[in-house]
């Protein structure tokens, strides 16, 4: 910068003025580098955490509540021929047809309630009874004269060919529709004109019961044919399956009713007011107003029988005024004079008194507004588990009954009784009817199934006996209620953790404390190295070789590997006692071959465990360990036995420190190094001896109290959590190895040349000063490592089997969120549930793993300012 | 014994005085067991455990690895039930065979194996023989147990072939003629394979030529033709489909396709010719069990006369194959032939993601170490990025999945590729999501190695530097950057290993089994980003899970993974080997 020369110069500090200036690009490039610099790391970091911000956006939809606008309200007394008995809306909201009791179906605009056609299907003889199917547009008439008739009433949409239409039709913009040809037309927006229409379409009447009127229809549709179930004015309840047959030369078709029939009681026919048949046909329900209803078994249509009689309302002072079915029909939704709403649903217990083995049992109360209006109407689904109810304050409330949550409420202008509601085919909208009003209401639920409890919480899920943990994401039948409990892949994700861990973290820190402490400096560069260089081993490569190498490999020689978990260490500690017995000097000059004598020892083991295995299988499992684990031979002891002997072990050790130790130290003062290392021998020995004498008889006490099997040990499938947790070994011991080493060898040089110096030796020294002071380093290596275990997929995915079952069974797979997400995401259709639900699994995944990291990372940094203060 | 309430605390003194009053002698025993000679044999334990697992497991890769393409010889078994087997025996193993499979022998067989059995325990001996002949047996393996063999009836036979084809896997058999133009050229073992020998090379190239007239030559009318499609309904979605313009472009789509259809029907007339000059070839074997096959010249791969071929031809066809798995493309459902597409893949997705990870990382590191002011909120940004470092990599796949594929893709699809909707360009998985997926999933640990390498810059130097006049950009580029580049580098390289050896997101984003194009090839603009590649990590999950036919895709299985163990070692040593240099050299620097 040019000195401004009116200023008096300045001294610089070293006497001379300075005379050059800076350069302009130096400045230039100086500041650019800042800003470029700052904005490209905060963006960097912003890019890292939008990980996380973007993972919640996703899922947060999931457990926002449903939001339900108003579309239109009409009137509708004008148009109001007689008593309505249902309504119905096509997929595009555009057309609904209303059905009346004197048989008028009147065909109108959702949009104003402008009527575009009237019929009358069934002439002058109006129907005496009717049904409507939930999904399909099936329906059925009964007649007074004791026939009955059944077809389909729906809409149908066919594509119009745009040389043909008026102008009118023609100018419409995209979107919008008009009345033409008693149907609607729209325009969509890929330019097509498409025709939505009411189809009509009804089977000749067949006779079920000659003069009788029939009072109550229901039809069920089963893939050999329509199965109708009729109540007629005799009393008697008939079960007929429709078949049609045509003949081919002379192309008449004939229609033909096979069945039986039941007499009810007297007052169940008089009083009956609903009659249903379940989905396959199997069971028929007839329901009186006060809350009775009549479960027949129609498995054998020749023979009903009454399989048990139920009380829908035990309220005293309520009656049934609303019964529908949900979708599937098997349960069963019904609402009371006190506006509850409850569903039942036919479970199979164990314990069932009834002939089919069935109960039926109230599975869901629904959070019903408490104004205790009488429920007049209920509406299912025809793809959910959504019931949409009317009372008779005008108030139509939305549940989701999986979930047993109300999804949205509204309240119509005039409190008039809703008389008739639907729910649109895409389960977008409710329509409404009251005598006086016709109202639409668009519903915004994308995810009306899950709610935090229902994620994370058992749920009664229709056809289970009990409240469960489920994931069941896709199924075969079109019905099937996906089943989002995330519970049980956190379960296999635990599960997974816990038996790596079980494995890994003992090798990884023994060997961290040898590495450190016990190992020559110049073995310890070539080992460390190698070692971490483990932790970069592609994980797709550890899961293929558990799975096609380990998996297969173990699995005929189960036996043999559970006794290596016992004869290695056996081995390894006998190799310890009997280098005791060498002199000092010899041991001191044999001292840098240590490692490779141990190294030794491990063959020796493993060829202990080969020969003790088959031995052990003998004893403890009658001969064939898989076929023990099946629960189908042998008693519990054996498995307790092989679960004791870690424990009894550790007693036994613990026993030796405590009470052996000192008896030797006070009673050997003047006897020679080697007869007290023969000593030590035998009582290591003595030790092994009670260790498994001890394990025996406690097995045999506790198989007295109850059998292992079905708890920690069960049936042996062969990509197991032992295959898992050996392999994923792998994959957290070197983590784990290499921080808990870098805490131990952290521990400030001084201590470690104290602690010798006053006399200690290299393993008092380790164990007294080391390992105590770099404590909470090793629980950080702990935590990275089990970070690394609960995220871990390719090793699961390939080798765990991924069944969602929940059991701690060492022999048996799991399924963990990873897995999963890798499995499902692939097939999952971007913004459903499934999708969002596997975010939830992702997100849960992350914040288990950043709390977990969380907790290390701060434990390391006070690890690290206390290492600074020693 | 004291009382519980009355704890001994009168007492404790005169306890004291009595452990002083010991006397400490150094007896042999407290010396024995002060060393805790065993506990430390145990812990010895553990590390010999853990190596032991490391030496093992790599071991037995590279075993099966390096073995996989050495021919064996060929063996020809006969069973008691009449079966004849020839084939490669890959395995032996024990195991107790049930009592039905016994009981299916003939009687007098029966009773004996029952003998044998008993006398071994229940145990008997297999080997798993690899038949091949896939069309004619349905199965490529065949289990024959020792009990099942006839007595003295394995042998080598002189002139069992080794054929690798084109498609249906490996064949055995031996030969029986050579025909040319349907009339038979030789019928003795020695003259057909001498004429194989004449006539293979020549056959093969015009399969070759073929090869490249299918690929090349129609791949580029078909790349043409769809080009002009996408800009016709480029034309349709501006203009819409009544216009004039749109009548104009799909009248010159008609002609150009017809112009185009006359080249494609002149190639097919050149492919159809050399078809016809290599279906003149075919060379006529029997196998085991007598059933004859005529096997065109043209669709055999490699064939030897396994137990005729010396250890200098044996080691030619071991590199040849080596050869032709690093070189080639996958066949039959990627269990034969080479993996050239999933290294392209894997090599072209590493260099993308470092380009992305590298500058951004350093720029991170930085910022936070040089030019942000330290402060709660700094070492909160820190804490979470040693964190990400430890989130799981399926995390990262899913926000890649959602976030770039079907946020940031669909969009560029709507503004770029209208006319190509609604099939996605850069919506769905492929090579550019998945990179920068994993840049993300291993920023932190660039992040993590840069800010060590710049803290391990003593601060004297930058007031050095700064004494001398350097601006702060001077010395950061100068001074700072120079010092810590080899620490940055290994940064760089251990975080491109970790993501040549992830897996678990690229199978969510843009991974595939079979890629039929690569992602750089001959058309404008030459380096497909959004296409969706194959990768030797997620060739393996696929090989060892998805193949229909798993037990023949093993050997290549262990011969991808030697092969991407070896890449991610290389990388790692390299970074171990900078490390060492960093260490000197940051040694040396110091004043």
């Known amino acids: ?870 | 014994m004291t009382s519980l309430k009355d704890p001994p605390r009168p007492s404790a003194p005169p306890a004291r005085e009595h452990e002083l009053k010991r006397p400490r002698r150094s007896s042999a025993s407290a010396a024995l067991m002060a060393r805790g000679e065993p506990m430390v044999w145990l812990t010895g334990g553990g590390m010999a455990v853990c190596v032991a697992m490391i030496v093992a497991l790599l071991l037995f890769v590279g075993y099966q690895g390096v073995r996989t393409f050495w021919p064996v010889p060929v063996v020809r078994i006969d069973t008691i039930d009449g079966r004849s087997v020839m084939g490669e025996v890959t395995r032996h193993s024990s195991y107790q065979p049930e009592s039905y499979f016994v009981d299916a022998l003939p009687d007098a067989v029966a009773a004996q194996v029952n003998a044998r059995l008993e006398a071994s325990d229940g145990w008997a001996q297999r080997q798993l023989v690899r038949t091949g002949n896939f069309e004619l047996t349905g199965e490529h393996f065949t289990w024959v147990s020792d009990f099942e063999i006839t007595a003295d009836s394995e042998r080598l036979p002189p002139w069992a072939l080794v054929i690798e084809r084109q498609s249906w896997g490996r064949f055995y058999g031996e030969p029986l003629a050579f025909v040319i133009d349907g009339e038979v050229a030789a019928d003795q073992p020695q003259a057909v394979w001498d004429l194989f020998e004449q006539h293979h090379p020549a056959v093969r190239d015009r399969w070759a030529q073929r090869v490249a007239l299918e690929k090349d030559r129609i791949g580029h009318i078909n790349h043409q033709l769809e080009q002009r499609r996408l800009a016709l309904r480029a034309i349709e979605l501006k203009q819409g489909i009544d216009s004039q313009a749109w009548k104009d472009a799909a009248a010159e789509f008609e002609a150009f396709e017809q112009q185009q259809h006359e080249h494609f029907v002149e190639i097919r007339e050149q492919i159809a010719s050399l078809n016809e000059e290599n279906d003149r070839y075919v060379m006529r074997l029997v196998t085991a069990d007598g059933t004859e096959k005529n096997l065109p010249l043209a669709e055999v791969v490699r064939a030897y006369p396994a137990n005729r071929v010396g250890f200098g031809e044996k080691l030619g066809i071991y590199v040849s194959r080596w050869w032709e798995f690093l070189s080639d493309d996958p066949r039959e459902a990627n269990s034969e032939g080479g993996v050239l597409p999933a290294i392209f893949g894997t090599v072209t997705m590493t260099l993308l993601m470092s380009l992305a990870v590298v500058p951004f990382g350093v720029l991170a590191a930085l910022y936070l170490r040089e030019y942000a002011k330290a402060g709660p909120m700094i070492s909160a940004v820190r804490i979470a990025i040693n964190n990400l470092a430890g989130v799981p990599s399926i995390v990262f796949g899913v926000f890649g999945v959602g976030f770039f594929a079907y946020v940031v893709g669909a969009r560029i699809d709507q503004l770029l590729f209208a006319p190509k909707l609604p099939s996605p360009t850069f919506g769905t998985g492929g090579l550019l999501w998945a990179s920068l997926t994993l840049a993300l999933l291993t920023l932190p640990v660039v992040i993590i190695a840069t800010e060590e390498a710049l803290a391990a810059v003593p601060n004297s130097m930058r007031e050095g530097s700064y004494a001398c006049g350097a601006s702060k950009w001077q010395t950061i580029r100068r001074i700072v950057l120079p010092r810590a580049m080899p620490g940055i580098m290994t940064g760089s390289i251990l975080a491109m290993a970790r993501g040549a050896g992830e897996v678990a997101p690229l199978m969510l984003i843009g991974a595939v089994k079979l890629a039929p194009e690569l992602p750089i090839d001959g058309y404008f603009p030459y380096v497909h980003l959004e296409r969706s590649f194959m990768h030797l990590g997620f060739h393996i999950y696929d090989l060892g899970f998805q193949s229909q036919n798993s037990a023949a895709a093993k050997p290549m299985v262990y011969t991808t993974t030697l092969l991407l163990i070896l890449i991610i070692a290389t990388l790692n040593l390299l970074a171990i080997w900078l490390r060492g240099r960093l260490r000197r050299r940051f040694v040396g620097s110091q004043f």
């Open chain 1, 1 to 870: 910068m040019p000195q401004d020369p009116q200023q008096p110069a300045k001294r610089t500090f070293s006497g001379r003025l300075r005379q050059r200036a800076t350069s302009p690009r130096v400045k230039l490039a100086n500041v650019a580098a800042r800003v470029v610099i700052t904005l490209g790391g905060i963006g960097t970091i912003g890019a890292v955490l939008l990980v996380c911000i973007f993972l919640v956006s996703v899922v947060v939809p999931l457990f926002v509540p449903a939001k339900v606008k108003p579309l239109a309200v009409h009137d509708a007394a004008a148009a109001q021929p007689g008593d309505l008995v249902h309504v119905a809306v096509d997929e595009y909201m555009l057309l609904g047809y209303a059905y009346y009791r004197d048989g008028t179906l009147r065909t109108y605009r959702i949009d104003t309630g402008e009527t575009i056609n009237e019929q009358r299907p069934f002439g002058e003889t109006p129907p005496t009874a009717w049904s409507f199917a939930i999904t399909d547009g099936h329906v059925a008439f009964g007649f007074a004269d004791g026939t009955v008739r059944h077809g389909m009433i729906g809409f149908g949409a066919r594509f119009l060919d745009r040389a043909a239409l008026p102008d009118e039709v023609l100018a419409l913009e995209p979107g919008e529709a008009m009345p033409h040809e008693g149907g609607m037309v729209q325009k969509t927006v890929e330019n097509q004109f498409r025709l939505q229409a009411l189809a009509v379409r009804l089977e000749d009447p067949v006779e079920v019961e000659a003069g009788a009127a029939v009072r109550l229809i229901d039809i069920a549709m089963k893939s050999a044919g329509p199965v109708i179930a009729t109540l007629t004015d005799s009393g008697l309840l008939h079960i007929n399956e429709i078949s049609s047959r045509k003949n081919l030369l002379t192309g008449k078709v004939t229609t033909r009713l096979t069945g039986g029939r039941f007499q009810l009681e007297p007052e169940d026919s008089r009083s009956a007011r609903w009659l249903m048949v379940a989905g396959l046909g199997d069971n028929v329900f007839v329901a009186r107003a006060d809350g009775r209803v009549v479960r027949l078994d129609t498995r054998n249509f020749a023979a009903p029988t009454v399989a048990e009689i139920v009380d829908l309302v035990p309220e005293d002072e309520a009656t049934l005024t609303a019964l529908a079915f949900q979708i599937g029909k098997t349960s069963l939704v019904s609402g009371d004079s006190a506006g509850r709403v409850r569903v039942w649903s036919r479970i199979k217990p164990e314990d069932a008194t009834t002939i089919d083995g069935a109960e039926l049992v109230m599975v869901h109360d629904l959070p019903s507004a408490a104004e205790r209006a009488a429920i007049t109407t209920l509406a299912s689904s025809s793809r959910t588990r959504m019931i949409a109810s009317g009372t008779a304050s005008g108030l139509v409330q939305l549940f989701h009954v999986t979930s047993n949550q109300r999804l949205a409420a509204v309240q119509l202008e005039q409190p008039d009784a809703v008389a008739a509601l639907t729910l649109t085919p895409k389960d977008d909208g409710i329509l409404a009817v009251t005598d006086s009003h016709i109202g639409l209401w668009r519903i915004d639920a994308p995810h009306p199934e899950t709610t935090v409890s229902s994620v994370f919480l058992p749920v009664w899920y229709e056809g289970y006996a009990a409240p469960e943990h489920v994931w069941q994401s896709s199924s075969g039948t079109d019905d099937f209620e996906p089943k989002y409990g995330l519970y049980p892949l956190i379960f296999g994700t635990l599960k997974a953790t816990v038996y790596s861990m079980l494995f890994g973290v003992p090798l990884a820190l023994l060997a961290a404390v040898y590495t450190s402490e016990m190992m020559h400096p110049k073995l310890k560069a070539k080992i460390k190295p190698t070692i971490e260089m483990m932790a970069s081993l592609p994980s797709v490569v550890l899961g293929f070789l558990a799975a096609l190498v380990v998996a297969p490999f173990i699995v005929d020689i189960v036996p043999q590997v559970l006794a290596c978990f016992v004869a290695l260490p056996f081995v390894i500690l006998l190799g310890g006692y009997l280098w005791q017995l060498l002199p000092i000097p010899v041991s001191i000059r044999l001292m840098k071959y240590r490692l490779y004598m141990i190294l030794l020892t491990l063959p020796l083991g493993v060829a202990l465990g080969f020969w003790v295995g088959p031995v052990a299988e003998a004893w403890l499992f009658v001969g064939d360990l898989k076929g023990w684990l099946t629960g189908r031979i042998g008693g519990g002891a054996g498995g307790w036995m092989f679960m004791m002997i870690p424990a009894c072990a550790l007693a036994a050790a613990v026993f030796s420190g405590k009470v052996f130790n000192p008896l030797i130290r006070t009673h050997t003062g003047d006897w020679s190094r080697a007869r007290i290392a023969l000593l030590d021998l035998g009582k290591y020995l003595l030790l092994v001896a009670a260790t498994i004498a001890l394990a025996y008889l406690l097995s045999q006490v506790l198989s007295f109290a109850m059998d292992p099997r079905g708890r920690f040990l069960d049936t042996y499938v062969q990509r197991n959590a032992l295959v898992v947790g050996f392999v994923m070994g792998f994959a957290i011991i070197p983590i784990i190895y290499t921080i808990s080493e870098d805490a131990l060898s952290a521990v400030p040089e001084h201590l470690r040349s104290g602690s010798l110096g006053a006399g200690a030796t290299p393993w008092q020294t380790a164990v007294r000063i080391i390992v105590p002071t770099a404590m909470s380093g090793l629980f950080s290596a702990l935590m990275v490592g089990m970070g690394r275990a609960v995220g871990e997929t390719m090793i699961v995915l390939m080798a765990a089997g991924n069944t969602p079952v929940m059991e701690w069974n060492i022999f048996n797979g799991f399924r963990t969120l990873s897995a999963n997400i890798a499995v499902e995401l692939p097939e999952a259709v971007k913004d459903s549930t499934h999708y969002r639900m596997l975010f939830l699994a992702a997100l849960t995944l992350f914040a288990m793993t950043f709390v977990v990291n969380t907790i290390a990372e701060v434990i390391r940094l006070r690890f690290r300012k206390r290492a600074y203060q020693l």
